[in-house]
């Protein structure tokens, strides 16, 4: 069973950075999409970044810029690095997995940025 452990939240001001970490345990094999949602209160969880296997990425227009997602393939580990946080990017941040046609969470990490 696939699972995803993520790491690297808290409290940060503004413009101020932070580094999340997502490991995938419990396969062998690489998976071909990792990427990050947030969720804020109140809000619906939305994409904030995605990669491929092959090092493709996709991210929101909210971070583009600002927000470098990277992976180690063979080690299934993704991380979001977030440069020039902003209080609107404080939201509970989850790694996700798309394998064998199945969608898989973390528990999710809590990004707080105020002063």
């Known amino acids: 069973q696939l699972q995803l452990v993520e790491s690297g939240g808290g409290l940060v001001q503004p413009g101020g950075s932070l580094r999340l970490s997502c490991t995938a345990s419990?396969?062998?094999?690489?998976?071909?999409?990792m990427g990050w949602y947030r969720q804020a209160p109140g809000k619906q969880r939305e994409l904030v970044a995605t990669?491929?296997?092959?090092?493709?990425?996709n991210y929101a227009d909210s971070v583009k810029g600002r927000f470098t997602i990277s992976r180690h393939s063979a080690k299934n580990t993704v991380w979001l690095q977030m440069n020039s946080l902003k209080p609107e990017d404080t939201a509970v941040y989850y790694c996700?997995?798309?394998?064998?046609?199945?969608?898989?969470w973390g528990q999710g990490t809590q990004v707080t940025v105020s002063s």
């Open positions: 990669i491929t296997s092959g090092g493709s990425t």
């Open positions: 419990g396969i062998i094999f690489e998976i071909d999409n």
């Open positions: 996700n997995a798309i394998w064998a046609s199945r969608t898989y």
